[in-house]
């Protein structure tokens, strides 16, 4: 068997890369592992080792792709709308996010992940570019020329802390499969969402 090319070597570690991607979604990054991806994809484990080092150098390439994909994501909302469509554009964008890559998070295994450098700093970073989005194209653009009282990079990490956490125990509660005492479809949360951020922003 002759030598793979540079094309078909980077087709390779892409497999490996989208079904560590998928088993992560479906069993969670902890209890996945390295035999497992591999048989899914049937090859062996020193074809694995070829490419990575380690289940963790996966998930760095992972998080990049993650990050590149919610640049992409907020370089498609059109700015030149009126921000509270931004808003909205931003709540959904960020809450099918959560729903597809937050799939199978607990608070242990946040935890876990919390004591990895690296993923700490990814965190960080992603979030500081929406936080950063939010606040010029939606907060400043809202209420910022008239608000002399508040400091509107406290206010926008606020609102986006407030969000996440938001998504987070909807994921979290799906999963447990919690009742909640409202009857709101996930479109109505939304919309309510963005007028009570909007209104209050006003």
Same mark, same amino acid.
């Given at each position: 068997? +002759?030598?793979? #090319?540079?094309?078909?070597?980077?087709?390779?570690?892409? !497999? =490996? /890369?989208?079904? #560590?991607?998928?088993? &992560? @979604?479906?069993?969670?990054?902890? %209890? %996945? !592992?390295?035999e497992e991806i591999t048989k899914a994809l049937g090859i062996s484990k020193g074809n694995f080792y070829t490419y990575f080092n380690s289940k963790e150098e996966v998930l760095y390439e992972i998080l990049d792709i993650i990050k590149s994909e919610k640049i992409r994501m907020l370089e498609e909302i059109d700015t030149n709308k009126a921000p509270k469509e931004i808003l909205k554009d931003f709540i959904e964008d960020y809450k099918q996010y959560v729903f597809k890559y937050l799939k199978k998070v607990t608070l242990q295994n946040m935890d876990n992940f919390l004591k990895?450098? $690296?993923?700490?700093?990814?965190?960080?970073?992603?979030?500081?570019?929406?936080?950063?989005f939010l !606040?010029?194209? *939606?907060?400043? $653009? =809202? +209420? +910022? #020329?008239?608000? !002399?009282?508040?400091?509107? $990079? &406290? *206010? %926008?990490?606020? /609102? &986006? =802390? #407030?969000?996440?956490?938001?998504?987070?125990?909807? @994921?979290?509660t799906e999963k447990l499969e919690i009742k909640r005492k409202y009857e709101l479809t996930m479109e109505n949360r939304i919309d309510q969402i963005t007028e009570f951020i909007y209104n209050a922003l006003k």
């Open positions: 068997m +002759g030598k793979l #090319s540079v094309e078909e070597k980077e087709a390779k570690k892409d !497999k =490996i /890369i989208e079904k #560590s991607m998928e088993l &992560f @979604r479906e069993k969670g990054y902890h %209890t %996945t !592992k390295v990895d450098e $690296r993923v700490v700093n990814y965190v960080v970073e992603i979030q500081d570019i929406l936080i950063e !606040k010029k194209n *939606i907060v400043e $653009r =809202i +209420g +910022g #020329s008239k608000n !002399k009282v508040y400091d509107l $990079r &406290f *206010i %926008t990490e606020f /609102i &986006f =802390i #407030s969000m996440d956490g938001f998504f987070l125990d909807e @994921r979290l």
